[in-house]
């Protein structure tokens, strides 16, 4: 079966410097994925090898780097789906997780399917994952921010959110055509304490069915949530629509239906991708076997 990778690095304001290493970022996420699933290796793999790429990357909203809450504390959501057996793992206002997809997908694997809190780090430590310092997490340009927004709050939730920065997610198929998806954040800049956007939910953010494809999304939780976006994609999947097309009519009905803002990457079990966004900017990056390198833009 033909291999497919797509990664999203955040959909909204990216600032023009922020530009080049949302581009960069990306690019090197799809290439870790890409060199798992050319050496045979599993989608899910891959969906988690970009995603810890984009985690480690400061440029990103989600692992070291995520935006701080109102306390000033880094409090992170990550969701990883297997489309072969429609197992799923999510974790939701962690903190002390350097890598929380690695924590998703050790929910992935266990009874469970959604942790939050203290209850997912006290799990982690049960799978031997070291819990780390917060400050390890905030980086000094995210220090800065949230003095910024202390001195001038952006209120929350923001009408019409656009995030300056990128949560970041993926898409993979492989050569069984299984479909993997997977989904990071540090969620919204100065968000409420406790606050978890769609990027946790299965069926709003992650998705993945080896029936019919996978979707990621990123941009404004509170309205993707309540129109459970990546199923949505997913579903016009199976309908028939191409990933393209299924990506653009999500963005669309997010818009109208709730005024939405924000993006998703889309793929099919044949190896297609697509993506569409409503905002200012979306860094992702693509490559499937009919392209020669990986295609990566902001
Ligand atoms: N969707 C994320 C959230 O609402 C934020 C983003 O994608 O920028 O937490």
């Known amino acids: 079966m033909p291999l497919a990778v797509i990664v999203h690095g955040g959909a909204g304001n990216i600032a023009d410097q922020e530009v080049e290493p949302h581009r960069r970022g ?10 798992i699933l050319t050496e045979g290796g599993a989608a899910l793999d891959a969906v988690q090898a970009a995603i810890l790429v984009l985690e480690d990357d400061p440029a990103f909203d989600a692992g070291t780097g995520s ?5 000033g504390q880094v409090e992170m959501d990550a969701s990883i789906m297997d489309g072969r057996t429609l197992d799923a793992g999510a974790v939701a206002g962690v903190q002390h997780i350097k890598n929380p997809i690695l924590l998703a997908r050790q929910v992935l694997a266990s009874d469970f399917t959604f942790l939050i809190g203290r209850g997912a780090e006290r799990f982690a430590q049960e799978c031997g994952m070291p819990l780390v310092a917060n400050r390890l997490l905030r980086t000094r340009e995210q220090i800065l921010n949230w003095k910024e927004y202390k001195a001038n709050p952006p209120g929350h939730p923001e009408p019409a959110y656009v995030s300056p920065q990128g949560t970041v997610g993926c898409v993979a198929v492989d050569r069984h055509g299984n479909v993997a998806a997977g989904t990071s954040t540090g969620g919204t800049r100065f968000k409420y304490p ?9 069926g709003c953010a992650t998705y993945a069915d080896n029936q019919s494809g996978g979707a990621s999304t990123t941009g404004w939780g509170e309205a993707i949530t309540r129109v459970v976006l990546s199923k949505s994609a997913v579903d016009a999947l199976a309908r028939g629509a191409k990933p393209s097309q299924a990506a653009r009519d999500s963005i669309e009905y997010l818009a109208r239906r709730v005024g939405g803002t924000g993006g998703i990457i889309v793929a099919n079990p044949l190896g297609h991708v697509g993506f569409s966004f409503n905002t200012p900017r ?5 490559i499937t076997e009919e392209m020669p390198t990986v295609l990566a833009d902001c």
């Open 26 to 35: 990306v690019e090197s996420a799809a290439q870790a994925a890409w060199q």
């Open 67 to 71: 935006f701080l809450n109102r306390d």
């Open 194 to 202: 406790g606050r978890v956007g769609d990027s946790p939910l299965i």
């Open 282 to 286: 979306m860094a992702r990056a693509y």
